[in-house]
């Protein structure tokens, strides 16, 4: 694949992660509730990973074929969303102001990274919507090869940004404990917020 393909398809990428969402926001909460970053970055890219999977193996030209399709998808994550951040605003009013160093086990963490990439619109949209118009037909590797060449790009450029946001938000919030608890408590509601916004987009486009 040329290079000017690739750099285009990355930088079409990075512009999508860098655009906060459901993800940065659990990276945040991640980094505000103590060691949790690993993990929980590790789930969002295995889920990244999975979609790529999928994609390869054909689901992307189902979903792009299928009007409800998309819409479901959003509506599961928006209700996820939702329920995390209603989560992450009840444990936070149970331990105001403090840090959550040990709130859950690792695999509880990267498992929930998993389902936030997996539910994530976005994610969606960026595998299955905008990495086929990269694809090239007339190219020397099969589909097969080029979705999972772009695919490791895009998870790599995830991998950096959300350990980036992640250790920063624990690296600028460890030694304040209180605006470590107003993070917290910002973080469920934009993920409150991110997850109603998400909603009432979809019904809307749906009516």
């Given amino acids: 694949m040329p290079f000017s393909l690739l750099s285009a398809f990355w930088l079409v990428s990075f512009l999508f992660i860098m ?11 991640a980094g505000s509730t103590g060691r949790r970053v690993v993990p929980a970055v590790s789930g969002m890219v ?12 054909g689901l992307g030209s189902l979903i792009r074929t299928t009007p409800f399709a998309l819409p479901a998808i959003t509506i599961c994550g928006a209700l996820y969303l939702l329920w995390l951040g209603i989560g992450q605003l009840r444990a936070e009013a149970a331990l105001p102001g403090a840090m959550q160093a040990a709130s859950g086990p690792s695999l509880h963490w990267l498992a929930r990274g998993v389902t936030v990439s997996l539910f994530n619109p976005k994610v969606m949209m960026i ?59 910002l973080s469920g509601c934009s993920m409150t917020g991110i997850a109603l916004l998400l909603l009432g987009e979809t019904v809307a486009r749906q009516m």
């Fill in 19 to 29: 655009s906060p969402g459901m993800d940065w926001a659990y990276a945040i909460t």
């Fill in 46 to 57: 295995l889920g990244h990973g999975l979609i790529i999977l999928l994609a390869a193996a």
């Fill in 127 to 185: 595998i299955m919507a905008i990495l086929p118009q990269f694809l090239r037909p007339t190219s020397s590797l099969g589909t097969c090869w080029q979705i999972s060449c772009l695919g490791l790009i895009h998870c790599l450029t995830c991998l950096c940004v959300y350990l980036a946001v992640g250790y920063g938000a624990h690296w600028l919030l460890s030694s304040r404990p209180r605006m470590a608890g107003l993070v917290s408590r």
